[in-house]
């Protein structure tokens, strides 16, 4: 029994990720103040450094397959590719009091304009080969013809 209570108490007093703030799943940085609070996005600024909020989401989301880093001139962009229910993280670099953070919530309208974007791009390509096969296509039955000419001759 006392073995039972031991570990209740453990379990509550030993803070474990499992307990730590989160918005949408995706982790929220505990020395972060939130500025502004939506369903769909939470921003919030840290007194933190950029590289300390970075290294603090890298260990978060360390275990995690689908998580992409891109570090960009002003912001590091941490996006999931897979099904969790935030679609990015931005942290600022140019802030010089702290870093701010950005969690944005995945949308139907960035999923959809992806897959037209590559559906219009599917079809660009198709369009090129065609234009292009059908070019070469007139160049070569012209020289056939051109060397069936001469061989009649």
Do not use: C
Not at 70 to 91: A, F, V
């Amino acid at each position: 029994m006392k073995k039972v209570i031991f570990i209740l108490l453990a379990l509550v007093v030993i803070p474990t990720p499992s307990i730590a703030k989160k918005f949408l799943g995706a982790p929220v940085i505990p020395e972060g103040k939130v500025t502004e609070k939506m369903d769909d996005r939470l921003e919030l600024k840290t007194p933190l450094s950029h590289d300390e909020v970075l290294s603090y989401y890298k260990k978060a989301l360390k275990g995690y397959e689908n998580i992409k880093f891109r570090d960009w001139k002003n912001d590091t962009y941490i996006e999931d590719d897979g099904n969790m229910q935030w679609h990015s993280i931005t942290i600022s670099k140019t802030d010089t009091d702290g870093a701010r953070v950005v969690i944005v919530k995945d949308s139907w309208t960035w999923i959809i304009g992806t897959l037209v974007l590559r559906y219009i791009g599917v079809f660009m390509v198709l369009m090129v080969l065609f234009l292009a096969m059908t070019f070469s296509g007139k160049i070569i039955s012209s020289v056939v013809a051109k060397l069936e000419a001469k061989k009649a001759t």
